[in-house]
Nanobody
């Protein structure tokens, strides 16, 4: 059973930075697609970005240029570095893991079966 535990959330001023961590346990981290999601109050959960098993990262448009996803395999840890934060970035941030779907040699990361409990990020002055 894969388990994910996020940490690093907190309160930050607009323009500030936060780094979230997600420790993955229970299986080999490199087997899984890993992703970050967020849910703002009163809104649906949406994807922030993710990393494939061959460590290709992708980002939602709102995250490009401001957020960076990285993976430290030796620590079984996924990171989300968030810079230039704005009030609209305030949300509960979740990390998730899922096995990739492979079709004709291509890998798709579109299903996430394991989720962390979330960590809250508040952006206000």
């Amino acid at each position: 059973q894969v388990q994910l535990v996020e940490s690093g959330g907190g309160s930050v001023q607009p323009g500030g930075s936060v780094r979230l961590s997600c420790v993955v346990s229970g299986d080999t981290i490199s087997t899984y697609c890993l992703g970050w999601f967020r849910q703002a109050q009163g809104k649906e959960r949406r994807g922030v970005g993710g990393i494939s098993t061959d460590e290709i990262t992708r980002y939602a448009d709102f995250a490009k240029g401001r957020f960076t996803i990285s993976l430290e395999k030796a620590e079984n840890t996924l990171y989300l570095q968030m810079d230039s934060l704005q009030p609209e970035d305030a949300a509960i941030y979740y990390c998730a893991a899922g096995l990739p779907r492979r079709v004709v040699g291509r890998e798709f990361c579109d299903t996430y079966d394991y989720w962390g409990q979330g960590t809250r990020v508040t952006v206000s002055s």
